[in-house]
């Protein structure tokens, strides 16, 4: 199994998130990377559409929604 540094790629998408906001940033900047960051979600929900159900992964899900509405 190839060895992903998964926090490498969070990193980078931090980092273009933190740039579309920087107030230093012009409109058409900040949409770019913006655009950037969509891409990569678009990719990525692809990707997981093409992978199979896990046993569970229903009940990881909830969880993760879960908190992710107590923020």
């Given at each position: 199994?190839?060895?992903?540094?998964?926090?490498?790629?969070?990193?980078?998408?931090?980092?273009?998130?933190?740039?579309?906001?920087?107030?230093?940033?012009?409109?058409?900047?900040?949409?770019?990377?913006?655009?950037?960051?969509?891409?990569?979600?678009?990719?990525?929900?692809?990707?997981?559409e093409s992978c199979p159900t896990f046993v569970g992964?229903?009940?990881?899900?909830?969880?993760?929604?879960?908190?992710?509405?107590?923020?």
């Amino acid at each position: 199994m190839p060895n992903w540094s998964i926090s490498e790629i969070k990193g980078g998408l931090q980092m273009i998130a933190y740039e579309c906001s920087w107030p230093g940033n012009d409109g058409y900047s900040a949409f770019e990377l913006k655009k950037k960051l969509m891409d990569v979600k678009f990719l990525v929900e692809d990707l997981i559409e093409s992978c199979p159900t896990f046993v569970g992964e229903e009940e990881w899900l909830h969880s993760r929604l879960m908190e992710k509405l107590k923020k």
